[in-house]
């Protein structure tokens, strides 16, 4: 996908790289670990090697917070 967006740049300057990576695989990433610990955010914090209220934090960001 880095290399479609690097190829599709015409020329211009790539810019805020970092902040569309973590956009594009962050929520994806958290939905996973939430899924394979069946919800357990405790867990999921644990597979993600962050504390739980980093997650929460997280999960409040993505919507995903109940």
């Known amino acids: 996908a880095l290399h479609e967006y690097f190829a599709s740049l015409n020329g211009h300057r790539p810019a ?14 958290f939905r996973m670990a939430l899924d394979y610990s069946e919800g357990n955010q405790s867990r999921a914090a644990g597979i993600l090697g962050i504390n739980r ?3 929460r934090k997280k999960l409040r ?6």
């Open 16 to 29: 805020r790289l970092y902040d569309l990576v973590l956009r594009e695989v962050e929520e994806p990433l």
């Open 53 to 55: 209220a980093t997650l």
């Open 61 to 66: 960001e993505f919507g995903l917070a109940d």
